[in-house]
Nanobody
Framework: QVQLVESGGGLVQAGGSLRLSCAASGIRFRVYTMGWYRQAPGKQRELVAH???????NYADSVKGRFTISRDNAKNTVYLQMNNLKPEDTAVYYCNANRPGHNTWGQGTPVSVSS
């Protein structure tokens, strides 16, 4: 059974930092592109960052220079280091595992940034 479990969300003041983690099970983790998405109230889910099996990365313009995605294939875990958080980063953050024919989501972890 494929499972993605996010952790690390919470409440933080603007300018603060959080580190999200997503632990995967039931998949051959190393061959998946892993991504972080977020969905703010009343808005569509959007890509924050993703990291390919060859560790190539891609970021949304709004988080470039502030967020860093990384993966540890030995631990089947993907991370999102979020620095200099802004109120507009407030959202539920979802982990995603993707490869052709396979797409799995985690349950989400909420991040709230106060001004």
């Amino acid at each position: 059974q494929v499972q993605l479990v996010e952790s690390g969300g919470g409440l933080v003041q603007a300018g603060g930092s959080l580190r999200l983690s997503c632990a995967a099970s039931g998949i051959r983790f190393r061959v998946y592109t892993m991504g972080w998405y977020r969905q703010a109230p009343g808005k569509q889910r959007e890509l924050v960052a993703h990291i390919t099996e060859s560790t190539g990365t891609n970021y949304a313009d709004s988080v470039k220079g502030r967020f860093t995605i990384s993966r540890d294939n030995a631990k089947n875990t993907v991370y999102l280091q979020m620095n200099n958080l802004k109120p507009e980063d407030t959202a539920v953050y979802y982990c995603n595992a993707n490869r052709p024919g396979h797409n799995t989501w985690g349950q989400g972890t909420p991040v709230s940034v106060s001004s």
